[in-house]
C-alpha cells in the first residue's frame, strides 16, 4: 500500500508541474476535467445514506430519490452542474484571454464568475421546477454546493497562473501551504504529537502537528519567495506578509482536508473515489488544495 501511494503520488507531483508549467489552455482543461470528476465524487457522497434512520431506500416515495440515481446512471441535479462546469472553464478561460489582450487584467474576471455562478444557480432553479417533485430542495442546495466547492474554487488555480503578472512562480503558493503544510503536520505530529485536534474527525490529527503544519507552512513561503521569486521574477514581494499568508494558508487548508472528511463521515464512506490508487478520489486529494487556492488568490490581491 505505501509503495503505491508514493509511486501515486509521485506521478501526481510529474503531472501538476507539467500541467501547471504548460499553463494556458492546458491547465484550463485538466482543472475542467479533474472538476467534473470532483464534481461527481461530491454528489455521489451526498446521495450515499448512512445510519438506520437514513437507510430509507427500499421505502422511498417517488420525491424521496437520491440525488445520484443508483448505477451509473447522472441525475439531472448532475448534468445540470457538469454542464455548467464546462460553461464556467470556457468563459474563465476567455475572460481571462480577453482581460490580457485588453490591458484590463483580472478586472474582466470578477463580473463574468459571478454571473456563472448566478446563472447556474438560476438553472438549478428551472430543473427544480420542472421535474418537481422528482427532488428535493436539499438536493437542488447539494448539487450547488458541489459546483462551488470544487469546480469554482478550484478554478483558482487558473485564476491565480494565468491572471497574475508572476502567475507562473505564484500558484506554486497553493500546493506549498496544502501539501506542504500536510507534510510538515504529519513529520511533528509523529514526533511530539500527543493532544488530539478533532479526535471525531480525524483521530491521527494532533494539535502539535496543526502548529507545525502552519509554522512550516510559514518557513517554506518565505524560503520560496526569497530564493525563488524575489531573486529570478520581476515581482518582491515583502516576506513578513508571506510568512503570514503562507500561514494562513496553511490553517484553511487544514479546515478544508477536516470539512472533506466531516462530508465522508457524515455519509458513511472511507473515499471520494478510486481513481489515484492508495490516495483515493480527486476529492481525497486535493480537499486542501480546493480551499486554499481562492484563499491565496485573495491574499495575492493584498500583497
Not at 447522472?74 to 464546462?86: C, D, F, K, N
Not at 481571462?96 to 447556474?120: C, D, F, N, Q
Not at 437542488?140 to 469554482?152: E, H, N, R, S, W
Not at 512550516?216 to 524575489?230: D, P
Request: hydrophobic share 50%; glycine share 10%.
Amino acid at each position: 500500500m505505501f509503495r503505491t501511494r508514493l509511486l501515486s503520488g509521485i506521478l501526481l507531483v510529474i503531472i501538476a508541474l507539467a500541467t501547471i508549467m504548460a499553463g494556458n489552455g492546458v491547465l484550463a482543461v485538466v482543472l475542467c476535467l479533474i472538476s467534473l470528476i470532483a464534481y461527481r465524487e461530491l454528489t455521489k457522497a451526498c446521495s450515499t445514506h448512512s445510519g438506520d434512520e437514513n437507510r430509507r431506500e427500499d421505502h422511498m416515495e417517488v420525491g424521496d430519490m437520491p440525488l445520484r440515481s443508483k448505477g451509473s446512471h447522472y441525475s439531472a441535479p448532475e448534468y445540470v452542474g457538469m454542464i455548467m462546469t464546462i460553461l464556467y472553464y470556457i468563459l474563465v478561460y476567455s475572460s481571462v484571454w480577453y482581460g490580457s489582450e485588453s490591458g484590463e487584467g483580472l478586472a474582466v474576471v470578477y463580473p463574468v464568475v459571478m454571473i456563472a455562478v448566478v446563472v447556474t444557480l438560476i438553472a438549478m432553479l428551472f430543473m427544480y421546477v420542472f421535474t418537481f417533485p422528482r427532488y428535493h430542495a436539499s438536493q437542488i442546495m447539494a448539487a450547488m454546493f458541489a459546483y462551488l466547492y470544487a469546480p469554482v474554487m478550484l478554478s483558482f488555480i487558473y485564476l491565480i497562473r494565468e491572471g497574475f503578472e508572476q502567475g507562473n512562480y505564484l500558484v506554486w503558493f497553493i500546493f506549498l501551504c496544502s501539501w506542504g503544510s500536510d507534510t510538515c503536520a504529519y513529520a511533528v505530529g509523529v514526533l511530539i504529537g500527543k493532544h488530539k485536534m478533532t479526535p471525531k474527525l480525524s483521530p491521527k490529527k494532533s494539535v502539535e502537528g496543526a502548529v507545525g503544519g502552519v509554522l512550516g507552512a510559514a518557513l517554506l513561503f518565505v524560503v520560496y519567495t526569497q530564493f525563488v521569486i524575489n531573486r529570478y521574477s520581476d515581482a518582491y514581494l515583502p516576506l513578513m506578509l508571506v510568512a503570514g499568508l503562507g500561514a494562513a494558508g496553511a490553517l484553511v487548508s487544514m479546515v478544508g482536508d477536516l470539512a472533506a472528511s466531516a462530508i465522508k463521515r457524515d455519509h458513511g464512506i472511507k473515499d471520494y473515489g478510486k481513481l489515484i490508487p492508495g490516495h483515493g478520489g480527486i476529492m481525497d486529494r486535493f480537499d486542501s488544495v480546493i480551499i486554499a487556492a481562492p484563499l491565496i488568490f485573495i491574499g495575492l490581491m493584498f500583497l
